[in-house]
């Protein structure tokens, strides 16, 4: 019998098993940030085992209320970075170098194929676009994965999408992840690997790959993969370039990492995805999805672009190119926030930026915070958000709010629109 390629990494990766169906995996990162990392520092201290399994294995970022908006979360801040400089973790992304963790870490070239990777985050299923095995953790397991570079998993159920089909001009990675989540519920991947593969994967640039692994978790998945391949190697090829002699060989090594044909699947989907529609969410969970020509007319307050989904450089290009010309609709508030410094700073050399401004949005510095609510970006009580986020719960973007997540060009023409309409990218 075949296998997956979790099957696979869980194989490599295997230190013990020490009850039925538990597997204890050795990390090849370990991802932090502070919100949730600094919970495990204080404990680790309080209990006289302040150190880490291997400093220049984990990565540490502040991202999730940057700057600081009050005096709680810079106290969070600072034992992260008080932590990173006492561990000698050089990897420590601070206030003016640091991103929104899935999409620096990434960028950083951080994750490879075939690695295992955990964070106390639930997006952390992102890097598994790069056909690794990345999981988010409570704050346990995050604690002993810092401590002693392992983590404890259930065996690797895998459910499989197969993709086929052209895409319409206009529907993108988000409209596509939408739609599957719409058809498996957000419960329909509890505690399974979630495969993407197919035409459609094949056809996709690593930052689809991404905003696809990204959305795994809002169907319960525990990972998102897609097969590595040559667009994988193009992506890392400067950090990987001294490990081969040639991107042929190491696509022909990255290869390992993709499931057997003969390998067993909790369930398979296909699809044809050749007619799908653009989309976007109209309640407050994830599966809850109609066509934006459904939601057509839906008033809006606030246009969000950004996030670990879609505030990567690709996603800024797709609004920009609806946005160029236009302005805001009036009693409509734009923010738009580059996922990195480095989106930022591309953003700028391509004229984006100034057609955002141009149009009236607000750029901020990558962050994480409008997204759960926290800074940058808060809704009132009853204000609705068109948002190229991950979720849609009640509350998730500020008390009594509503989230509608669709696609950065869904949102960009929702912006002119000041109501929920479909890009002119979309024929």
Same mark, same amino acid.
């Given at each position: 019998?075949?296998?997956?390629?979790?099957?696979?990494?869980?194989?490599?990766?295997?230190?013990?098993?020490?009850?039925?169906?538990?597997?204890?995996?050795?990390?090849?990162?370990? &991802?932090?940030?502070?919100?949730?990392?600094?919970?495990?520092?204080?404990?680790?201290?309080?209990?006289?085992?302040?150190?880490?399994?291997?400093?220049?294995?984990?990565?540490?970022?502040?991202?999730?209320?940057?700057?600081?908006?009050?005096?709680?979360?810079?106290?969070?801040?600072?034992?992260?970075?008080?932590?990173? %400089?006492?561990?000698?973790?050089?990897?420590?992304? *601070?206030?003016?170098?640091?991103?929104?963790? @899935?999409?620096?870490?990434?960028?950083?070239?951080?994750?490879?194929?075939?690695?295992?990777?955990?964070?106390?985050?639930? @997006?952390?299923?992102?890097?598994?676009?790069? =056909?690794? &095995?990345?999981?988010?953790? =409570?704050?346990?397991?995050? !604690?002993?994965?810092?401590?002693?570079?392992?983590?404890? &998993?259930?065996?690797?159920?895998?459910?499989?999408?197969?993709?086929?089909?052209?895409?319409?001009?206009?529907?993108?990675?988000?409209?596509?992840?939408?739609?599957?989540?719409?058809?498996?519920?957000?419960?329909?991947? $509890?505690?399974?690997?979630?495969? &993407?593969?197919?035409?459609? +994967?094949?056809?996709?640039?690593?930052?689809?790959?991404?905003?696809?692994?990204?959305?795994?978790?809002?169907?319960?998945?525990?990972?998102?993969?897609?097969?590595?391949?040559?667009?994988? /190697?193009?992506?890392?090829?400067?950090?990987?370039? *001294?490990?081969?002699?040639?991107?042929?060989?190491?696509?022909?090594?990255?290869?390992?990492?993709?499931?057997?044909?003969?390998?067993?699947?909790?369930?398979?989907?296909?699809?044809?995805?050749?007619?799908? !529609?653009?989309?976007?969410?109209?309640?407050?969970?994830?599966?809850?999805?109609?066509?934006?020509?459904?939601?057509?007319?839906?008033?809006?307050?606030?246009?969000?672009?950004?996030?670990?989904?879609?505030?990567?450089?690709? *996603?800024?290009?797709?609004?920009?190119?609806?946005?160029?010309?236009?302005?805001?609709?009036?009693?409509?508030?734009? +923010?738009?926030?580059?996922?990195?410094?480095?989106?930022?700073?591309?953003?700028?050399?391509?004229?984006?930026?100034?057609?955002?401004?141009?149009?009236?949005?607000?750029? $901020?510095?990558?962050?994480?915070?409008?997204?759960?609510?926290?800074?940058?970006?808060?809704?009132?009580?009853?204000?609705?958000?068109?948002?190229?986020?991950?979720? %849609?719960?009640?509350?998730?973007? =500020?008390?009594?709010?509503? /989230?509608?997540?669709?696609?950065?060009?869904?949102?960009?023409?929702?912006?002119?629109?000041?109501?929920?309409?479909?890009?002119?990218?979309?024929?």
């Amino acid at each position: 019998m075949g296998k997956t390629i979790a099957q696979k990494i869980f194989e490599k990766h295997l230190v013990d098993s020490p009850f039925p169906n538990t597997y204890v995996l050795k990390l090849d990162r370990v &991802f932090c940030h502070e919100i949730t990392t600094p919970i495990a520092i204080n404990d680790l201290v309080d209990r006289g085992m302040d150190k880490v399994f291997d400093s220049t294995k984990i990565k540490a970022v502040i991202d999730h209320v940057t700057p600081a908006k009050d005096s709680k979360t810079a106290e969070q801040g600072k034992i992260l970075r008080d932590w990173a %400089n006492r561990q000698g973790i050089k990897d420590f992304f *601070d206030i003016g170098c640091n991103g929104v963790c @899935h999409a620096i870490f990434p960028e950083k070239g951080f994750v490879r194929p075939g690695y295992t990777v955990i964070m106390g985050d639930s @997006h952390t299923c992102t890097h598994g676009a790069f =056909g690794a &095995f990345a999981a988010g953790v =409570g704050t346990t397991d995050l !604690e002993v994965g810092i401590l002693k570079g392992v983590c404890s &998993f259930r065996e690797p159920k895998s459910i499989k999408f197969v993709l086929n089909g052209t895409l319409k001009p206009g529907v993108y990675a988000k409209d596509v992840i939408l739609f599957l989540i719409s058809k498996i519920g957000v419960n329909g991947a $509890t505690n399974c690997v979630v495969e &993407f593969t197919g035409s459609v +994967i094949d056809n996709f640039g690593m930052e689809e790959r991404m905003t696809l692994c990204n959305m795994a978790v809002e169907a319960g998945g525990t990972s998102g993969i897609c097969y590595p391949d040559e667009k994988t /190697v193009e992506y890392l090829w400067e950090f990987i370039k *001294d490990e081969y002699k040639t991107k042929e060989e190491a696509a022909a090594d990255y290869r390992q990492w993709r499931s057997d044909d003969d390998a067993v699947y909790e369930k398979v989907y296909t699809y044809d995805l050749s007619n799908l !529609e653009p989309v976007c969410t109209f309640g407050y969970k994830p599966d809850q999805v109609k066509t934006v020509s459904e939601m057509k007319g839906t008033k809006v307050n606030q246009i969000y672009i950004g996030s670990c989904t879609n505030g990567r450089i690709s *996603d800024l290009r797709i609004a920009a190119e609806v946005l160029k010309g236009h302005k805001l609709a009036e009693g409509v508030r734009g +923010i738009v926030s580059p996922a990195t410094p480095d989106i930022y700073k591309q953003a700028l050399k391509e004229g984006i930026i100034e057609i955002f401004m141009d149009a009236g949005f607000c750029v $901020t510095n990558p962050t994480c915070g409008a997204c759960l609510g926290m800074s940058n970006g808060v809704l009132a009580n009853g204000e609705v958000c068109a948002s190229t986020t991950n979720r %849609n719960f009640n509350g998730r973007m =500020g008390k009594g709010g509503m /989230v509608h997540l669709m696609s950065p060009a869904t949102a960009a023409a929702t912006a002119i629109s000041g109501t929920i309409t479909n890009s002119p990218l979309f024929k």
